[in-house]
């Protein structure tokens, strides 16, 4: 069983950046998605392992920046230049290896964090 543990959320005003960290041992591909209320789960990045390739959806592209860290196993989500609309529960997901699956779905990992909230003012 894994455990993950995030944190680095916070409040920020438009413009500022975060930088969220996720706890986690072992190999594993590494996510993070998001959550604002009343909305579905979306994908916002992910690294893969041992390549560390990273993709991201659209609206992250250029903005938020995914890194890992294997001697401290942890898995940052930087993330610049933010907008109100990114306010959201944000949540840092592995999954096993094996799976085939695309990234973007949430369904695809295997362990979850608790969440941790990033509010935008405006």
């Known amino acids: 069983q894994v455990q993950l543990v995030e944190s680095g959320g916070g409040l920020m005003q438009a413009g500022g950046s975060l930088r969220l960290s996720c706890a986690a041992s072992?190999?594993?591909?590494m996510g993070w998605f998001r959550q604002a209320p009343g909305k579905e789960r979306e994908f916002v990045a992910v690294i893969t392992w041992p390549s560390s390739s990273t993709y991201y959806a659209d609206f992250a592209k250029g903005r938020f920046t995914i890194s890992r860290d294997n001697a401290k196993n942890t898995v940052y989500l930087q993330m610049d230049s933010l907008k109100p609309e990114d306010t959201a529960n944000y949540y840092c997901?592995?999954?096993?290896?094996?799976?085939?699956?695309?990234?973007?779905?949430?369904?695809?990992?295997?362990?979850w964090g608790q969440g941790t909230q990033v509010t935008v003012s405006s």
């Open positions: 072992g190999r594993y591909i």
């Open positions: 997901a592995a999954r096993n290896l094996i799976r085939s699956e695309s990234y973007m779905r949430p369904t695809s990992y295997d362990y």
